[in-house]
């Protein structure tokens, strides 16, 4: 049967940008809002959700800001943050082009990466193992 060019071409173009599968499995995977995260690492730490949250702002504003001013910030046994520049690139169909500009990357260490399968270090048994004693969440 032959196909047509059309096809082809739009086949391509959803492997160029992602595969299919990929982008299925990204959607799947199960996604924890802020004020969950929150929830949860007050209910860890025993904290306060409200001290929990300010700490997550300082910590957020000033990993961006240390980033933003060309430092790396390394945190032993979990990874490095960092500044990446993203070279620009001439618009088709627009205007003007997209110059250079700076992304926050993130590296992982290496033994969060060997952790990360693991059920006994940082998986779902851990985190659910304690779900019958934490508080819902609302």
């Not at 160029?16 to 990929?22: D, L, V, W």
């Not at 250079?100 to 260490?109: E, G, H, R, T």
Request: aromatic fraction near 8%; proline fraction near 2%; charged fraction near 30%.
């Amino acid at each position: 049967m032959a196909r047509s060019r059309w096809t082809g071409l739009r086949e391509n173009r959803i492997c160029a940008c992602g595969s299919r599968e990929m982008r299925m499995a990204m959607a799947q995977q199960r996604r924890i809002s802020k004020r969950e995260f929150i929830a949860r690492v007050a209910a860890r730490s025993g904290m306060p959700t409200k001290t929990v949250s300010s700490v997550y702002e300082g910590i957020f504003d000033e990993l961006t800001s240390a980033v933003s001013n060309g430092e790396t910030v390394v945190l032993t046994s979990f990874g490095r943050f960092y500044r990446q520049a993203h070279k620009g690139h001439k618009v088709r169909f627009g205007k003007s082009d997209v110059d250079d500009y700076p992304v926050l990357k993130f590296s992982a260490s290496r033994s969060v990466n060997r952790h990360l399968d693991s059920d006994e270090e940082l998986g779902e048994s851990k985190v659910g193992a304690g779900d019958e004693t934490m508080p819902a969440v609302s």
